[in-house]
C-alpha cells in the first residue's frame, strides 16, 4: 500500500463538534488543532476534511488533539516538539502517584479511573481483581472475536520498607533497588499504618553516616561505597525514650516509604526529571492511546484493546501474568522505561546498544518479541517519520512483554520503550519527544492491524521463515 507524504492539518474550532472542539481549546487555550490517525481522520471532523484524510494520512502525521503526539513528521522536528502543558501536567500527576509495590491503588483508582472516565465512551469497562490493585480498561468487554491488543504499563514503584527501630530512634529501612548511595539526603515520606485501616504520612530524610566526619577514610575517599544495611530514617527525634518516641508515631516494620521529588522541566530542552519514571511513563502512554482512540471510532471497529495498568512489575511482574491469564489477549505490548547507555557514565566496556535519550522510542529484538509485531511497528514508524530506535535482549525483555510466556499464554508480545538516565534514583531524566513518539507508533500499530484486517489466526501465519533469506551477491 503507498503511502503518500501529507500536508499539515490545522482546523479551527468551527471545522469540529462543539465537544471536540471544547476539549481541545481547554487544554491548550489556543487555535486548536487535530491529529490524524492512520489514514482516517477524527470522526469529529467534516466530511470533506475526512475524505481527505483517509485518501493521504498515515497515523502521527499531523498535529496532535489535545496535545497527544506533535506536528513533526521528521525526527530533527520530533526533538524539537515541545510536550503541551497539560499533557505534562497529567503525566506528572501519574508519576506522582504514591503507589508502591502492592499499594498501587493510589494510581490505578485514585489518578487513572478519574481520568479515564473524562473521555471513555461509556462502552468501556474495567477489569479489577481480588490480589492486586491492578486495572484494566476493556474497549470491548466480552467480546472474543475481534483481535485483541493489550497495551501493557507497571504502575509499581520501588520502595524502601521499615526494616528495624534502634533505642536511639533510629528508623533503619530496606533500600530494595535503590542504589544507596544516590539515596542519602533525600526526602522521603513513611507511609504509617494506622488500626483503622488507613495510613499516616510521616516526612523525614534517609541517612547513613550522620557526617563525613565519622566516616572511614576509605568511605571518605570513595574507594568504598555506602552499605544497604546503613540507610536509616532521620526523623528528628531526640530526648528519652527514642524508641518509644518513634513507635508512638505508629511506625513498624514493613512501613512503606518513597522519595519525595515530583518531575520538573530540565535545563535541556524537552527533558523531565523526578523521581518515579519508572514506571509512571508507561502508564502515561496507556493513557494516553486510548485518549487518541476514544476519538476515532473506526479504529476499533476490528480491535478490541486492553489498557493494562500492571501491579508487582518490579519484584517479578507477577501483576502482569495474571492480568494476561485473565484476559488472554492476542497481542501484548509492553511499555517501560529503557537506558540512555549512550550517555551512561559507566558501562562502555558491556558494549551495550547505543540508544539515546531524545532519539525516539525503542522497539526490542529478541527474547520473546514476535517479529511479525516489530516488522509493523517498523512499517508504522517508517511511514509517520516516527524516530525509533532499535534495542535487544538475548532471553528475557526485563519487561511485562515477558507475561504472556510466563502465564502460559500464547500471544504476540513486544516491548517498546523510551531511553532515561539515572535509573532507580531519585532524578531519573526523560525527554518528552521520546515519549510522544511511543503514543504515536502504539496507536498507528494499533489502526494498522484493524485496518490490515490481521485477526489471531492470520498472526499464525505470519512468522518470518530464515530458509526463504535470499543470498547476498557482491556488485563487482
Same mark, same amino acid.
Request: net charge negative; charged share 20%.
Given at each position: 500500500?503507498?503511502?503518500?507524504?501529507?500536508?499539515?492539518?490545522?482546523?479551527?474550532? /468551527?471545522?469540529?463538534?462543539?465537544?471536540?472542539?471544547?476539549?481541545?481549546?481547554?487544554?491548550?487555550?489556543?487555535? =486548536?488543532?487535530?491529529?490524524?490517525?492512520? $489514514?482516517?481522520?477524527?470522526?469529529?471532523?467534516?466530511?470533506? #476534511?475526512?475524505?481527505?484524510?483517509?485518501?493521504?494520512?498515515?497515523?502521527?502525521?499531523?498535529?496532535?488533539?489535545?496535545?497527544?503526539?506533535?506536528?513533526?513528521? #521528521? +525526527?530533527?522536528?520530533?526533538?524539537?516538539?515541545?510536550?503541551?502543558?497539560?499533557?505534562?501536567?497529567?503525566?506528572?500527576?501519574?508519576?506522582?502517584?504514591?503507589?508502591?509495590?502492592?499499594?498501587?491503588?493510589?494510581?490505578?483508582?485514585?489518578?487513572?479511573?478519574?481520568?479515564?472516565?473524562?473521555?471513555?465512551?461509556?462502552?468501556?469497562?474495567?477489569?479489577?481483581?481480588?490480589?492486586?490493585?491492578?486495572?484494566?480498561?476493556?474497549?470491548? @468487554?466480552?467480546?472474543?472475536?475481534?483481535?485483541?491488543?493489550?497495551?501493557?504499563?507497571?504502575?509499581?514503584?520501588? $520502595?524502601?520498607?521499615?526494616?528495624?527501630?534502634?533505642?536511639?530512634?533510629?528508623?533503619?529501612?530496606?533500600?530494595?533497588?535503590?542504589? @544507596?548511595?544516590?539515596?542519602?539526603?533525600?526526602?522521603?515520606?513513611?507511609?504509617?499504618?494506622?488500626? %483503622?485501616?488507613?495510613?499516616?504520612?510521616?516526612?523525614? #530524610?534517609?541517612?547513613?553516616?550522620?557526617?563525613?566526619?565519622?566516616?572511614?577514610? %576509605?568511605?571518605?575517599?570513595?574507594?568504598?561505597?555506602?552499605?544497604?544495611?546503613?540507610?536509616?530514617? *532521620?526523623?528528628?527525634?531526640?530526648?528519652?525514650?527514642?524508641?518509644?518516641?518513634?513507635?508512638?508515631?505508629?511506625?513498624? @516494620?514493613?512501613?512503606?516509604?518513597?522519595?519525595? &521529588? =515530583?518531575?520538573?522541566?530540565?535545563?535541556?530542552?524537552?527533558?523531565?526529571?523526578? /523521581?518515579?519514571? !519508572?514506571?509512571?511513563?508507561?502508564?502515561?502512554?496507556?493513557?494516553?492511546?486510548?485518549?487518541?482512540?476514544?476519538?476515532?471510532?473506526?479504529?476499533?471497529?476490528?480491535?478490541?484493546?486492553?489498557?493494562?495498568?500492571?501491579?508487582?512489575?518490579?519484584?517479578?511482574?507477577?501483576?502482569?501474568?495474571?492480568?494476561?491469564?485473565?484476559?488472554? @489477549?492476542?497481542?501484548?505490548?509492553?511499555?517501560?522505561?529503557?537506558?540512555?547507555? *549512550?550517555? +551512561?557514565?559507566?558501562?562502555?566496556?558491556?558494549?551495550?546498544? =547505543?540508544?539515546?535519550?531524545?532519539?525516539?522510542?525503542?522497539?526490542?529484538?529478541?527474547?520473546?518479541?514476535? =517479529?511479525?509485531?516489530?516488522?509493523?511497528?517498523?512499517?508504522?514508524?517508517?511511514?509517520?517519520?516516527?524516530?525509533?530506535?532499535?534495542?535487544?535482549?538475548?532471553? !528475557?525483555?526485563?519487561?511485562?512483554?515477558?507475561?504472556?510466556?510466563?502465564?502460559?499464554?500464547?500471544?504476540?508480545?513486544?516491548?517498546?520503550?523510551?531511553?532515561? &538516565?539515572?535509573?532507580?534514583?531519585?532524578?531519573?531524566?526523560?525527554?518528552?519527544?521520546?515519549?510522544? +513518539?511511543?503514543?504515536? /507508533?502504539?496507536?498507528?500499530?494499533? *489502526?494498522?492491524?484493524? $485496518?490490515?484486517?490481521?485477526?489471531?489466526?492470520?498472526?499464525?501465519?505470519?512468522?518470518? $521463515?530464515?530458509?526463504?533469506?535470499?543470498?547476498?551477491?557482491? *556488485?563487482?
Amino acid at each position: 500500500r503507498r503511502l503518500l507524504s501529507p500536508p499539515r492539518l490545522s482546523l479551527s474550532p /468551527a471545522d469540529l463538534s462543539d465537544s471536540a472542539a471544547g476539549l481541545i481549546e481547554e487544554e491548550q487555550g489556543q487555535t =486548536p488543532t487535530i491529529i490524524m490517525l492512520g $489514514r482516517v481522520a477524527l470522526q469529529c471532523g467534516r466530511h470533506a #476534511t475526512r475524505t481527505a484524510a483517509r485518501q493521504s494520512l498515515p497515523w502521527g502525521v499531523g498535529v496532535a488533539i489535545r496535545g497527544v503526539v506533535t506536528t513533526a513528521t #521528521t +525526527a530533527s522536528q520530533w526533538v524539537d516538539e515541545p510536550m503541551a502543558e497539560a499533557q505534562f501536567t497529567r503525566m506528572r500527576e501519574i508519576i506522582g502517584a504514591p503507589s508502591p509495590v502492592n499499594l498501587e491503588a493510589a494510581m490505578t483508582e485514585g489518578v487513572l479511573v478519574p481520568m479515564f472516565e473524562e473521555f471513555a465512551p461509556k462502552e468501556w469497562g474495567y477489569h479489577r481483581f481480588k490480589g492486586n490493585a491492578g486495572l484494566v480498561v476493556d474497549t470491548d @468487554p466480552g467480546n472474543t472475536s475481534k483481535l485483541t491488543v493489550m497495551i501493557c504499563g507497571h504502575t509499581d514503584k520501588i $520502595r524502601m520498607q521499615v526494616r528495624h527501630i534502634t533505642d536511639d530512634g533510629k528508623v533503619y529501612v530496606d533500600s530494595e533497588s535503590f542504589l @544507596p548511595a544516590t539515596l542519602i539526603g533525600n526526602r522521603v515520606k513513611c507511609f504509617s499504618r494506622v488500626a %483503622a485501616g488507613g495510613f499516616t504520612t510521616i516526612p523525614g #530524610t534517609i541517612e547513613a553516616l550522620g557526617a563525613i566526619h565519622f566516616a572511614p577514610a %576509605a568511605l571518605r575517599m570513595g574507594e568504598k561505597g555506602v552499605k544497604a544495611n546503613m540507610l536509616y530514617l *532521620e526523623l528528628g527525634i531526640h530526648g528519652e525514650d527514642r524508641k518509644q518516641q518513634v513507635k508512638d508515631l505508629g511506625i513498624t @516494620p514493613g512501613d512503606t516509604l518513597l522519595l519525595e &521529588r =515530583p518531575i520538573e522541566r530540565c535545563v535541556g530542552p524537552n527533558t523531565f526529571s523526578g /523521581a518515579y519514571l !519508572d514506571n509512571g511513563l508507561g502508564c502515561f502512554v496507556a493513557l494516553e492511546v486510548a485518549r487518541a482512540l476514544s476519538l476515532q471510532a473506526t479504529a476499533l471497529e476490528s480491535v478490541r484493546c486492553l489498557f493494562a495498568f500492571a501491579s508487582h512489575e518490579e519484584i517479578g511482574r507477577f501483576g502482569s501474568r495474571v492480568i494476561v491469564e485473565k484476559l488472554r @489477549p492476542d497481542v501484548l505490548v509492553a511499555v517501560d522505561v529503557n537506558h540512555d547507555y *549512550e550517555a +551512561a557514565p559507566i558501562g562502555k566496556e558491556d558494549k551495550n546498544v =547505543p540508544l539515546q535519550l531524545g532519539k525516539g522510542f525503542t522497539l526490542l529484538h529478541g527474547a520473546v518479541c514476535a =517479529p511479525a509485531l516489530n516488522q509493523i511497528f517498523e512499517n508504522v514508524s517508517s511511514a509517520a517519520g516516527i524516530p525509533m530506535q532499535h534495542d535487544m535482549r538475548g532471553r !528475557d525483555s526485563g519487561t511485562d512483554a515477558m507475561a504472556g510466556v510466563l502465564a502460559s499464554v500464547d500471544c504476540a508480545a513486544t516491548s517498546v520503550g523510551f531511553p532515561i &538516565r539515572n535509573m532507580h534514583t531519585v532524578s531519573e531524566l526523560a525527554h518528552t519527544s521520546d515519549v510522544m +513518539a511511543s503514543i504515536a /507508533a502504539i496507536g498507528g500499530v494499533i *489502526e494498522s492491524l484493524g $485496518r490490515d484486517g490481521i485477526t489471531a489466526e492470520k498472526l499464525q501465519g505470519m512468522h518470518p $521463515r530464515l530458509d526463504r533469506a535470499t543470498e547476498w551477491k557482491s *556488485e563487482q
